[in-house]
């Protein structure tokens, strides 16, 4: 097999590992040697195109949801360092791609699994000399060498929990240990980074619905991790069966209930939630109808309607509607003089039509808007 079939291949084997937020797939698209290409965003915000790929997809892992688990009929390749640093270089040469994600199963020792991609990427900085962006995965159990080696070479490191907690880890998988492989390799790379002192991006990633968790296990575990050890973000993937697995037979989580969980997940990051105050339904899910911050404020009458032009900005971003770009605008422009009309909103990227049924404009609601309790009715 030459090296473009092994791009080809390992490249779609890379695919359920997400390197972006809010999508139920990555978009992707190949180029005229049939290489997989990605969309991703960096931790400063910047977008761009990256090469998503695994150095093996040998693994001995029983995952029951996932393409590469021990035992499944399909072909095992394996990437020499050499091979992929010499392709990704190439790659990035004819600017098809800034960055690189590369992840791998696991054969043999977590050691030896983390060498070699480590070895990879070290070729690609030293030897080809490229200064980008690598978002390099960590592997269960990896030793202190490893992952110290991979924070130093990369933007960002993930360790994949892919369950909320023991129990429902023990549900998709029997061969990972959830406390000791998974949660503290994660949190002895944040010892790790903070010791180094690199300013190096963490996050990881849930699997949703394969182990029948709630959305409030989810986010109650992803609280915990922003809290407890300043992961960057967590990434929510929806479960889809995949054929010659256990759970082929599984029903595929619907897209609704992946970005549910992204906007639950922005009002913790982005907009001072506490996960206590997020609303979920009697067994423990997001409600399907309205996005979280939506619910949050028909559950709160007592708050709402809020002035607009006295209002501090943490209560502003507690408005539907209103994000931090929206709310510091607001802040910014009211100084000038007081906001009265619905199109000042928009015009600072708020949506001003879901702002308007809680907010009050100068002492006024905005002219065609229907009382909050009619609204609430309606809903």
Known sequence: MDIMQKIDLLGGAAQWDICRGCGTQDSRHRDDLGRWIYPAVRPDGTRIAMLKVLQSNACEKDCLYCANRSGRDTRRVSFTPDELARAFDEMAHRNLVQGLFLSSGVCGSTSHAMERMLATVELVRRHYHFGGYVHLKILPGADDACIEAAIKMAQ?????????????????????????????????????????????????????????????????????????????????????????????????????????????????????????????????????????????????????????????????????????????????????????????????????????PFILLDGRRPSFQMPLWEWQAAS
């Not at 609280?223 to 889809?240: D, E, H, V």
């Not at 906007?263 to 067994?283: N, S």
């Not at 709310?327 to 009309?341: E, H, P, S, T």
């Open 156 to 356: 960002r490191v993930s360790v994949n929990l892919e369950a909320p907690n023991s129990q429902r880890m023990l549900a998709i998988s029997h061969s990972k240990d959830f406390q000791h492989e998974l949660l503290e390799t994660l949190a002895r790379a944040d010892k790790l980074r903070r010791r180094i002192g690199r300013p190096v991006s963490m996050t990881t990633q849930f699997v949703v619905g394969a182990a029948d968790e709630a959305d409030q296990e989810i986010i109650s575990s992803a609280a915990s991790l922003y809290r407890g050890l300043r992961l960057g973000r967590a990434y929510y993937s929806a479960f889809q069966p995949v054929s010659d697995t256990p759970l082929e037979g599984h029903p595929a989580t619907p897209p609704h209930r992946e970005h549910r969980l992204y906007q639950a997940d922005f009002l913790l990051r982005q907009y001072g939630f506490q996960v206590e105050e997020i609303v979920f339904d009697p067994q423990g899910n997001l409600p399907a109808h309205a996005d979280p911050k939506q619910v949050w404020a028909q559950h709160h009458p007592e708050i709402f309607p809020l002035e607009i032009n006295r209002a501090p900005q943490e209560q502003l971003l507690r408005v539907p509607g209103i994000g931090p770009k929206s709310a510091q605008r607001i802040v910014n422009w009211r100084k000038q003089g007081a906001l009265r009309d619905l199109r000042h909103l928009a015009e600072a990227g708020a949506d001003a039509d879901r702002a308007a």
